[in-house]
């Protein structure tokens, strides 16, 4: 029988970047994390699970991108200096982006697993995965649905307070 | 090809409301099956019960953000003690950030637990007239990770307002997490059986957080949440040697007061950094009584003012109502 091939099944490594506590740079960090790897010539992705407040297109200048479909599911937006970065967050599939994305756990879910096994990753060394605030629904729901694939591990970000 | 999924405000109606599994939002979400087949409405009976057991509580304010990290519980902290000096009234404080509950340490109260009585759980008092629940009082270690899902998390909080005996409250503030979601839904529902007076929303001066603030603001508009106001934590540094002003967290997009200016909302008032504040916070004691003298506990002072003179007018305009 023919397997299909997965979207993340060209990605080696996936580094969670995780908190517990808001507001400590995450989304700071997996952003430089994945510019500071692209420099180094690595292949890298950013997937961003903070599904109500979206930093990252901000942070890599492309918070008026969209996205589109290909025959393997969503295809990500491509960012950084040579366009080689490749995103997916929420904040893309907003109409406006001022919406507030008001949704229960339920739904969050939902689009989690879609973010995960529909975006067309390609082949990457690294993917980076932000996540909001917390130990609820997305960081549940996000290694979940990671676990059958190659789970590298997780940073911590903090402050000193 | 445009996304799959239609996002333009579209929110999730609630598992127990009328619309659960019918609005159209609930398209696609993977439990639409499970509340269509569904109650047809919120507990009629429930409600009754929280709208009794809140009777007794004047005035409620929510302090909310979007953005994590801005200084709400330190904010919500803050207003409990400022409110709380008047020693005729009775302050409640209730924390329903339930997977990061910072105010238990704000309020110095770290260990505490949670008494039942015949009338309920007994929130933790601080002072006499200022009583505290979080989640944090009811974890055998303050390192125990509260890893739950929405529905689950909807449920503690119901409880913290149906089952806690709040006794007669002048001002019920409650904290809130980051976001707008499970939380932010279920306070909201389940206030609404007694009355919210409004929202103060907190944010700091960078445009990484006020993108997020405004979808908050967004919020609170779609459910009908009156917002007091905004303030903008964080603003400005004040080296107290050199008397030199930074902006460590510089306003690249006009900080809270073009955004306050934009959404015609009020700016409350702006707080400069203070490294005593994180202090005080660690340490469990109140900034405002340890550094009177800070141009940050000026600028809290007034604000609170504010707060408290909003919510007064709030009242006299209701009672000539009725």
Known sequence: ALTERTNLAGVRHILLVLSGKGGVGKSTLSTELAL??????????????????????????????????????????????????????????????????????PKKNALIKQFVTDVAWGDLDFLIVDTPPGTSDEHISTVEALRPHQLLGAVLVTTPQ | LAAQLSLSLAECPGTGSAQAGRAAACQGCPNQGLCAAGAAGPDPAEVAELRARLRAVRHTVLVLSGKGGVGKSTFSALLAHGLAADETKQVALLDIDICGPSIPKMMGLEGEQVHQSGSGWSPVYVEENLGVMSVGFLLSSPDDAVIWRGPKKNGLIKQFLRDVDWGEVDYLIVDTPPGTSDEHLSIVQYLSATHIDGAVIVTTPQEVSLQDVRKEINFCRKVKLPIIGVVENMSGFVCPKCKNESQIFPPTTGGAEKMCQNLSVSLLGKVPLDPQIGKSCDRGQSFLAEAPESPATLSYRNIIQRIQEYCEQHHLQEEKIM
């Not at chain 1, 790897?37 to 890599?60: E, N, Q, T, W």
């Not at chain 1, 200096?81 to 949704?103: T, Y």
């Open chain 1, 36 to 105: 500071a790897l692209r420099s180094a010539g690595k292949r890298v992705g950013i997937l961003d699970v903070d599904l109500c407040g979206p930093s990252i297109p901000r942070m890599l200048r492309v918070q008026d991108s969209a996205v589109h479909q290909c025959d393997s599911g969503w295809v990500p937006v491509f960012v950084g200096q040579d366009k080689a970065i490749a995103l997916m967050s929420i904040g893309f599939l907003l109409e406006r982006p001022d919406d507030a994305v008001v949704w229960r756990g």
